[in-house]
């Protein structure tokens, strides 16, 4: 008796077949989009959906989180709104894994009877519908990461985090696709193929958070789950104009997740927020933390959220009020930013420059060349020997950008233990530099050039200090498929595991947005980024900025957001 | 021309000269003591040092501080003071590698100066001399580690830790001895010999911080610093009645320390206070802290220190008062401790038990066997190939204890990079099953064995939760020398990283702790230990304890102790 193997495209179409039949069971069915579709799809479900969908997907979350603790809006209608509009997104966008209207319902249902029985809601997320990326365990579903080989693989129990914003009083109902090896800044994988940008279906949703990002830029999710390592979180809310938290490591569990590599931890992943909204990422932050996850997964730091509805921590002027020192680093001095990129920095930066609470310093990069080839070399410290045996086990063809991450990268090696240590210390020692760096930049004290002695006198020089940096959060806006491969401004500051909340500065990218004449690349990978900008590729893709503040600063970083969006009549349109 | 390499004996001999030198040059010249010595040598500086000596070096750290910085003491008279006993101490018991009189004075006279010009302190350790570990450099001075192959190497800027401790005042006047590979629980290597027990010279000091544990145990120092990896703080502070805390890993810099394996991170290296006084321990900890070490080391939590003069960080009781619920952990399970150590916990237990403040709970050990296994198997990842080679390097002997932690280890091997990440998972499954055992112990949640799914309501019984556990530092008091096989009751805080502070019970060892007869050992450890049991062996040695707290609770683990020493009337007496 032979037991024929299934190919890879089997399975595919069998995870594609169930995906079909999980839209298929939503009330009502979804309408099918046109055939013919524009670039730009975030039009679509206001013309295909009732307006009581299009009006509750589109209420910024806390605003949500109000009519649902108050019971305004049941759970039962919220999600069934977001599975209406998350289905119609994922035939759209291609960023869905599966739909789970049964479970988000019943789920619903108790939320609503709770509410209606104790006349006070679970918790701070009561009935919210929240989206989670496919790798993150949800129990007895799939957990394949991306890989067809792992495929049926079922995850035993819930992750850790799913737990605990259930115990907040979160909804399930929808997960979302992720690339090959959860590697890419975009996603594709041999499972379900490529998720598109919802503003430009030319474009990557970004990745490897690729699934959450289009389906909220579709407002098919108002708060989802996604994972970092190198961008992953900020490179889907960047392409799809929304705001996206990589936490400082160890503050949020990431207990009962499937990837490669469990037990690395050279450069620490983390999981964290996406949202429609900079409340969804601090309500998700503040909930987690304050139900003291460290209890449950030992490697969380013992540090509570720090509320700053209280307890501002930012620096006060002198007149009393909040003071922010904003360092400005619009070009990390490897790949220049496209045009777009710029002029969203200098839109910011005019408005920020003229008002009394902002001081604005000029934020040299250092070495950020050398960072990537640290990190490069730390991600895959067994020569990606879990990927490749993950990958080639179904016989799934490797994608370019898994060749792009992996075969093609010169740093990718199987270390000895030695050189694994060698690695770590220039880790270190980068870190230790670029510390002195950011102590040094406004404070007149000795770089980390300068070759004297390790000083000590940094604290005193405290509030001098930068207390956040502007930053770009990639070379250009959402690329073309295929084209993300300059990870340097995502992946700088998990190196240096620096919290880094990406926000949308509500500009567009078009034709105003001339490419640059005459300009003499300074590398092979500037080069490519150069010859890839044309205005007309990148209509109407999403210009957003990230900010980027000092290691566990969590809470100053998106309590500095705030102060900016505010000062600053965040967001913008395009004129 | 032939170069002749020098013998490791030659070596050894130009060490030892040196340190001789170092002590000569200390005015009033170091009394010699008597040729015929008793065990215990702790009485003789007594017999042999002018009595403003004595009470200088004997005055409790806190009342020592007071008086350094209000002038009643100058620096330069309380340096002058420690130079004179240490120097005795180390002719006594071979606790110093050596004495820095010219160095130690200037910078007494300065901190004097200060004072008199500024009327006011430099900072809270003005004018303390403390000690410190060979290894923690001191620029321009050598950095062995213990290694004969190493001598030579000259420290090119002093550790942080040091810079930041000269911030606030302290002067550095001695360094002190640790063993070969600075991996013993004993203090021995081929460059100065054994360094002894003063309570009891035929006993080790405890390694490897073992020369500050001799020296603090004969009053030559009053506060220093040591590492510890797998007890090497502690095992010292218990064999010498001190105190000495390993606090959690990532709050104190150990940056420019001399040592094998940097840039290994699996079992996270910590450097810590030894001190005659828990006072010594706290103000240690609060200095370094309140300094933001995280500003010039980035691997450090920013994490501040917690005055509990302020707000007490233990639960109160229903009275309002502090009411600390407390885990007894006599026995792991493995290694039965000594009768010595079993009536140190059974007194201190009897003045517990009966206080209203204070519950007391069973703590059963959770396979602290399997801890042993996990971090055994983590120390040395490279199969110890930076040890063996800084040892082969001049063919000094390996030493019997080297010996034992690497060639005998049955765990130590050069792993793979994937070995290695299957060792973190066992780690950090482990630690996620002991956390799991601590929130259950005494809450009625399901342990760890139960095989259900990972519960989330340990928040909620968090007030039944045990705040720290009591259980001793070893196996017995300070064994004879080359005895210390069994580290189990200090590396299981190791791999957990738990801070664990200990403390002497003021209790020795005498004949009145008779052998348990018949005793039927539970395995070879065990028998190993039994056997080594005789009352006239231990006499006089120091019976101590140690205090486990939750991880990054360093804060309250010492309130706890606190509270404990007040209402137990810590430390006792010998009947």
């Not at 400082?248 to 429609?276: C, D, F, K, N, Q």
């Given at each position: 008796?032979?037991?024929?193997?299934?190919?890879?495209?089997?399975?595919?179409?069998?995870?594609?077949?169930?995906?079909?039949?999980?839209?298929?069971?939503?009330?009502?069915?979804?309408?099918?989009?046109?055939?013919?579709?524009?670039?730009?799809?975030?039009?679509?479900?206001?013309?295909?959906?009732?307006?009581?969908?299009i009006s509750i997907t589109e209420t910024p979350t806390e605003k949500l989180l109000q009519k649902l603790a108050s019971g305004t809006l049941s759970s039962t209608d919220v999600t069934k709104a977001f599975l209406q509009r998350a289905g119609l997104a994922s035939k759209l966008t291609n960023c869905v894994t599966e739909m789970l209207p049964e479970r988000a319902l019943t789920r619903a249902k108790y939320v609503d009877d709770y509410l209606a029985t104790h006349g006070k809601p679970i918790g701070p997320l009561?009935?919210?519908?929240?989206?989670?990326?496919?790798?993150?365990?949800?129990?007895?579903?799939?957990?394949?990461?991306?890989?067809?080989?792992?495929?049926?693989?079922?995850?035993?129990?819930?992750?850790?985090?799913?737990?605990?914003?259930?115990?907040?009083?979160?909804?399930?109902?929808?997960?979302?696709?992720?690339?090959?090896?959860?590697?890419?800044?975009?996603?594709?994988?041999?499972?379900?193929?490529?998720?598109?940008?919802?503003?430009?279906?030319?474009?990557?949703?970004?990745?490897?958070?690729?699934?959450?990002?289009?389906?909220?830029?579709?407002?098919?999710?108002?708060?989802?789950?996604?994972?970092?390592?190198?961008?992953?979180?900020?490179?889907?809310?960047?392409?799809?104009?929304?705001?996206?938290?990589?936490?400082?490591?160890?503050?949020?569990?990431?207990?009962?997740?499937?990837?490669?590599?469990?037990?690395?931890?050279?450069?620490?992943?983390?999981?964290?927020?996406?949202?429609?909204?900079?409340?969804?990422?601090?309500?998700?932050?503040?909930?987690?933390?304050?139900?003291?996850?460290?209890?449950?997964?030992?490697?969380?730091?013992?540090?509570?959220?720090?509320?700053?509805?209280?307890?501002?921590?930012?620096?006060?002027?002198?007149?009393?009020?909040?003071?922010?020192?904003?360092?400005?680093?619009?070009?990390?001095?490897?790949?220049?930013p496209h045009p777009p990129i710029l002029r969203g920095m200098n839109t910011l930066i005019s408005k920020l420059r003229s008002h009394p609470d902002i001081e604005l310093v000029d934020f040299p990069p250092y070495k950020h060349e050398e960072a990537w080839r640290i990190i490069s070399s730390l991600y895959f410290a067994d020569g990606a020997a879990e990927e490749r045996e993950a990958i080639d086990a179904s016989g799934e063809p490797w994608l370019p950008l898994t060749k792009f991450i992996i075969t093609d990268n010169p740093n990718v090696k199987n270390l000895t233990v030695s050189e694994l240590w060698g690695l770590t210390q220039d880790r270190e020692g980068y870190k230790a530099a670029y510390t002195q760096h950011w102590n040094t930049v406004n404070t007149g004290l000795p770089g980390p050039e300068a070759k004297a002695e390790l000083r000590v006198e940094a604290m005193a020089e405290r509030d001098k200090m930068v207390d956040v940096i502007l930053t770009p959060t990639g070379p250009g806006c959402a690329p073309p498929h295929g084209c993300a491969r300059y990870w340097g401004y995502t992946s700088q500051w998990n190196l240096l595991d620096y919290p880094s909340l990406v926000f949308p500065t509500g500009l567009k990218a078009g034709a105003e947005d001339k490419a640059e004449e005459g300009y003499a690349p300074r590398n092979e990978q500037d080069k490519y980024n150069f010859e890839l900008y044309k205005p007309e590729t990148y209509v109407d893709a999403p210009i957003s900025l990230q900010l980027v503040g000092r290691r566990y600063e969590d809470e100053k970083l998106i309590e500095a957001l705030e102060m900016i969006s505010e000062v600053a009549g965040l967001p913008y349109k395009n004129q």
């Open positions: 008796m032979t037991e024929t193997k299934k190919s890879w495209q089997d399975i595919s179409a069998a995870m594609l077949k169930h995906r079909e039949q999980t839209i298929a069971a939503i009330e009502p069915a979804i309408p099918d989009p046109p055939k013919e579709l524009p670039l730009n799809v975030t039009g679509i479900p206001k013309q295909l959906l009732p307006a009581e969908v009561h009935g919210l519908p929240i989206s989670v990326k496919e790798h993150v365990s949800m129990k007895g579903l799939d957990i394949n990461a991306g890989f067809v080989s792992w495929v049926g693989r079922i995850a035993p129990d819930d992750a850790l985090i799913l737990k605990l914003l259930r115990n907040a009083g979160a909804v399930f109902y929808v997960r979302t696709t992720e690339p090959q090896a959860l590697m890419h800044l975009e996603t594709d994988n041999n499972i379900y193929g490529v998720t598109v940008n919802p503003y430009n279906t030319a474009l990557t949703s970004g990745g490897s958070s690729g699934g959450e990002g289009a389906l909220m830029g579709m407002h098919g999710s108002c708060l989802g789950i996604g994972t970092d390592i190198g961008g992953s979180i900020r490179s889907p809310a960047a392409n799809n104009g929304l705001f996206g938290l990589r936490p400082t490591s160890y503050r949020l569990p990431v207990g009962g997740w499937s990837a490669t590599m469990l037990g690395s931890e050279h450069i620490v992943p983390v999981i964290g927020p996406l949202s429609t909204s900079l409340d969804g990422v601090k309500v998700f932050m503040k909930t987690l933390i304050d139900q003291q996850p460290w209890l449950y997964e030992p490697s969380l730091i013992t540090m509570p959220w720090k509320d700053t509805s209280t307890a501002s921590l930012l620096r006060k002027g002198s007149d009393g009020k909040r003071k922010l020192r904003v360092g400005i680093l619009a070009d990390d001095g490897v790949v220049k």
